[in-house]
């Protein structure tokens, strides 16, 4: 039987999460899920150092066991292939996260974090994101896709030190990604695979006064898709209605550049 470790960031409570549980359990896959006792949005790949770590059961959800971490999404896959599995599981699976992580999100994404986590340890690790921020999301257009890639894989492997983000159109107009292109689609037009869009986050603090008379801050931002012509990006295939899929390597080593850099620094 194949053995799969599902984590997220946005909390073991989270909606996302135990819908994947229920896309993937007629795959006949033993379920394992570690993911953090609250929501751990943008903390990418970090992990703790400075504090100890809780590990504690919860309720099976229909046969999967379940573990909430007290750490980041990182420190939920650490600790779960070194607590709860004997040998490494057949494939790690991040989300499905509310909320797209395509472009420069996965960068700052703590859903990518834990699926970068497993690719470092060489097992086949897949993220999932929903581009709809609703804590009470519709998953269900998801469902055949996400089954299609988790066979494939597990049938496939990944080439080593690569893993997948996958970033499905919202279903709900109301609830969409702060991208104000972002459109919402009653189906999905099929799967493209695609690069990351070169993309940004403007206007990314908002500078208020406390009533006790200092300055506070929140962060916020815009989303700007900084080549909105190009069609082979995710962006593109979101906003078009497709299911993007980009290829991530964690050598993030730019070759091209090498000569440039020997040139640059007269070496």
């Known amino acids: 039987m194949k053995r799969i470790l599902i984590s997220n960031d946005d909390g073991y409570q989270a909606k ?13 896959c033993e379920i394992i899920v570690c993911a953090p006792d609250g929501g751990r949005s943008g903390q990418s790949c970090a992990f703790t150092v400075t504090d100890y770590l809780t590990l504690r059961p919860q309720e099976d959800w229909n046969g999967a066991k379940v573990f909430s971490c007290s750490g980041t999404p990182v420190d939920c896959v650490k600790i779960a292939l070194n607590q709860l599995f004997d040998e490494m599981p057949d494939l790690v699976i991040s989300g499905i996260n509310h909320g797209d992580n395509g472009s420069v ?22 993220a999932f994101s929903l581009c709809d921020h609703d804590p009470n999301a519709d998953f269900s257009l998801m469902t055949p896709y996400v089954q299609h890639i988790v066979k494939a894989v597990l049938e496939n492997g990944l080439p080593e030190y690569v893993c997948l983000n996958v970033n499905c159109p919202a279903t709900n107009p109301n609830t969409i990604s702060p991208d104000p292109d972002f459109k919402a689609f ?42 909105p012509q190009a069609t082979d990006t ?27 850099v020997k040139e640059i620094l007269h070496l």
């Not at 996302?16 to 006949?28: A, D, K």
């Not at 700052?108 to 699926?115: I, L």
């Open 105 to 126: 999100n996965t960068h700052y994404s703590g859903t990518m974090g834990a699926c970068l986590e497993g690719c470092m340890k060489r097992i086949p690790s897949i």
């Open 16 to 28: 996302g999460i135990r819908n994947l549980v229920e896309m993937l359990r007629p795959l006949g």
């Open 186 to 227: 009653s189906e999905y037009k099929g799967i493209k695979i695609c690069r990351m869009t070169h993309s940004s986050w403007i206007n990314e603090i908002d500078k208020r006064d406390h009533p006790r008379g200092f300055p506070y801050y929140w962060m916020v931002g815009t989303y700007r898709n900084d080549e």
């Open 234 to 260: 995710d962006n593109w295939a979101i906003n078009n209605g497709y299911v993007s899929v980009t290829p991530i390597h964690v050598d993030v080593t730019a070759y091209e550049a090498m000569e440039s």
